[in-house]
T-cell receptor, first 117, second 111 residues
Framework: EPEVTQTPSHQVTQMGQEVILRCVPI?????FYWYRQILGQKVEFLVS????????KSEIFDDQFSVERPDGSNFTLKIRSTKLEDSAMYFC???????????????FGPGTRLLVL | QKEVEQDPGPLSVPEGAIVSLNCTYS??????FMWYRQYSRKGPELLMY????GNKEDGRFTAQVDKSSKYISLFIRDSQPSDSATYLC???????????FGQGTILTVHP
């Protein structure tokens, strides 16, 4: 069964460093998302991406964040200058481009655990 | 008022019990309702999906949506130890819009 994959599974970085989190969405899916989950808290929406542009972003997704689909298969989240409070589990999700019959649902990857020291 | 509220539990039941998990929400624009299961330090796994009001059954799982009360439920029949996980309700207003999640309910089914 097709699944969303994410790399790395764990990343430790120093405050102020740039990190890139990578995702390979399910093939033929057209909508892509990033969410994060701070330990013990809710899963929170960061950004959605369709047709090579951001379709929606949350207030968390400020200028230090960016997303890109560089090669038609990967979908990346870049954090330019990491802060301690960016420590969280980051989930990528994808959704097909067809409406109806539950095809609008989002399928999540296993996550990247980011620790900022 | 939080957009989506879910009792975090924890909930502990014996094997074979019927489990009821619930969420309430305040945003009347929500049209799509989902339940995800999340094992420790893993990604959310889709369990059930419902559009608008009504019931949906899949094996031991039944999802109910009551939009008039802004209340959704997930029932698990004949619960198994393998059902032990965190259950997340999630909802959205448009087909490809962002998901808004509840806090998650931690469920333990003991043999």
């Amino acid at each position: 069964e097709p699944e969303v994959t994410q790399t790395p599974s764990h990343q430790v970085t120093q405050m102020g460093q740039e990190v890139i989190l990578r995702c390979v969405p399910i093939s033929n899916h057209l909508y892509f998302y990033w969410y994060r989950q701070i330990l013990g808290q809710k899963v929170e929406f960061l950004v959605s991406f369709y047709n090579n542009e951001i379709s929606e972003k949350s207030e968390i997704f400020d200028d230090q964040f960016s997303v890109e689909r560089p090669d038609g298969s990967n979908f990346t989240l870049k954090i330019r200058s990491t802060k301690l409070e960016d420590s969280a589990m980051y989930f990528c999700a994808s959704s097909p481009g067809t409406s109806g019959g539950g095809l609008e649902t989002q399928y999540f990857g296993p996550g990247t655990r980011l620790l900022v020291l | 008022q939080k957009e989506v509220e879910q009792d975090p539990g924890p909930l502990s039941v014996p094997e074979g019990a019927i489990v009821s998990l619930n969420c309430t929400y305040s945003n009347s624009a929500f049209q799509y309702f989902m339940w995800y299961r999340q094992y420790s330090r893993k990604g959310p796994e889709l369990l059930m999906y419902t559009y608008s009001s009504g019931n949906k059954e899949d094996g031991r799982f039944t999802a109910q949506v009551d939009k008039s009360s802004k209340y959704i439920s997930l029932f698990i029949r004949d619960s198994q130890p393998s059902d032990s996980a965190t259950y997340l309700c999630a909802m959205k207003g448009t087909s490809y819009g962002k998901l808004t999640f509840g806090q998650g309910t931690i469920l333990t089914v003991h043999p």
